[in-house]
């Protein structure tokens, strides 16, 4: 007699099969849904730092060497310096309501009086701020260091050029950590 079903140990044998299957069909998942973590933690951090380096580049541009009065290193390799400069006063030459133009007193810059500071917050040392006056800023969060070098500490570097060393660390909720070093050179004013 010819029975067409199938037998426990076929049944068995595609259960088995079919066992195999979902477990590398759930590991690959697990896989993927990891490398997908890891490309957007690491690009949410390297935006985070390409932003400040912008923003204190946008800044810096701005100046010259001649009103930075405070470069502070701890040493020069802590990761902990502060800057202190001024920015020139603008004036709004073409009355759009916004300045644009430094204001040119007897051919030189007007430079404001209120000093503007970038540096670690001391209360959290893992945001750097921007300090102008009262006024607080936040440039970045997940700050590991932040340095500052001119001239006399990186002869590379031309006199009105200054390098900025950001390096943040972020640990992700899976307790992995992300880090990204952002290295820009500041083309500064090389008028006073």
């Not at 912008?54 to 800057?83: A, C, E, H, K, N």
């Not at 969060?141 to 060393?165: G, M, P, Q, T």
Request: proline residues 4%.
């Amino acid at each position: 007699m010819n029975n067409k079903g199938f037998t426990l140990t076929e049944l068995l044998f595609v259960c088995i099969i079919l066992i195999v299957m979902i477990v590398a069909l759930v590991g690959a998942l697990v896989g993927m849904n990891s490398v997908f973590h890891a490309i957007t933690d690491t690009a949410a951090i390297e935006n985070e730092a390409r932003v400040a380096g912008y923003l204190i580049g946008r800044d810096l541009r701005r100046t010259s060497p001649w009103p930075i009065t405070v470069v502070t290193q701890d040493s020069p390799f802590s990761g902990t310096d502060v800057i202190t400069y001024k920015l020139p006063v603008m004036l709004d030459t073409d009355s759009d309501g916004v300045p644009d133009t430094p204001d040119l007193t007897g051919g030189s810059i007007q430079w404001n009086a209120t000093p503007v500071s970038i540096g670690l917050d001391p209360a959290d040392t893992s945001r750097l701020i921007r300090t102008e006056g009262a006024q607080t800023t936040l440039l970045a969060e997940n700050v590991k260091s932040i340095r500052f070098l001119s001239h006399s500490e990186d002869a590379a570097l031309y006199f009105d050029e200054l390098k900025i060393i950001l390096e943040l660390e972020k640990t992700n909720a899976m307790g992995r950590k992300y880090n990204t070093v952002s290295t820009s050179i500041v083309d500064m004013r090389n008028s006073q």
